[in-house]
């Protein structure tokens, strides 16, 4: 219950395409949704995140869509370019405690 | 505005010595949170804490580590007596007082146990 599955593990994206991350979890007490986005050496940062009562939120090319009913959630890049090669984590916040995260995804833009 | 600190960036140690990893959480913040991450793996969830306080330790295995977060100064991870296994990135994360779920990490600590 308390597990976040992310899909793919690795997607590979020519540059100018739409790359897609998945998620899905079980917990219904879960009432946060971030998603970060982590380059070779660095630390995780927060890159857009949504709540449970809103389906889509949009900054820039980036895109959270979110299914309540489907418990699923997934991350949309837009014009994907060669500097969006990164690995890339969905995570859930159960209130009043940490982040669970998913086991992430290597996103390879391609140019 | 500073973001989160973490020191030292790479930590060697042999087997069976004490690693000492150490965070600054971003100025305002009073929570902090530490987690490990192996190659291939997501982060997994250590433990959390407030000044002063530890939160929720649940992460956190039963021997060996330990965590601390003073009134003053940076919060602290200890594993003493390492072993190859815990070869790891450790990341520090600290939210806001009003925005718990709101976490910044910090760039991590890298620890290589020969």
């Known amino acids: 219950q308390q597990q976040v599955k992310q899909s793919p593990q690795s997607l590979i994206v020519q540059k100018g395409g739409i790359s897609i991350i998945n998620c899905a979890y079980e917990?219904?007490?879960?009432?946060?949704f971030p998603w970060y986005q982590q380059f070779p050496g660095k630390g995780p940062a927060l890159l857009i995140a949504i709540r449970p009562d809103v389906s889509e939120k949009k900054e820039g090319r980036f895109t959270i869509s979110f299914n309540k009913s489907a418990k699923q959630f997934s991350l949309h890049i837009m014009d994907s370019q060669p500097g969006d090669s990164a690995t890339y984590f969905c995570?859930?916040?159960?209130?009043?405690?940490?982040?669970?995260f998913g086991k992430g995804t290597t996103l390879s833009v391609s140019s | 505005n500073a973001g989160v600190m973490q020191n030292p960036r790479h930590l060697v140690r042999r087997r069976g010595q004490e690693a000492r990893l150490r965070c600054s959480p971003m100025?305002?913040?009073?929570?902090v949170y530490w987690y490990r991450q192996l190659p291939e793996e997501g982060l997994k969830f250590m433990v959390y804490?407030?000044?002063?306080?530890?939160?929720?330790e649940s992460g956190m295995p039963k021997e060996r580590f330990s965590a601390e977060f003073p009134k003053e100064g940076p919060s602290i991870l200890r594993i003493q007596q390492v072993v190859r296994g815990d070869s790891a990135a450790y990341f520090c994360?600290?939210?806001?007082?009003?925005?718990?779920?709101?976490?910044?990490f910090g760039p991590g600590t890298r620890l290589t146990v020969t």
């Open positions: 804490l407030q000044k002063e306080n530890i939160i929720d």
């Open positions: 995570a859930a916040n159960p209130p009043g405690t940490a982040l669970i």
């Open positions: 994360a600290s939210s806001p007082p009003l925005t718990l779920y709101e976490q910044y």
């Open positions: 100025k305002g913040h009073s929570h």
């Open positions: 917990n219904t007490a879960f009432d946060y």
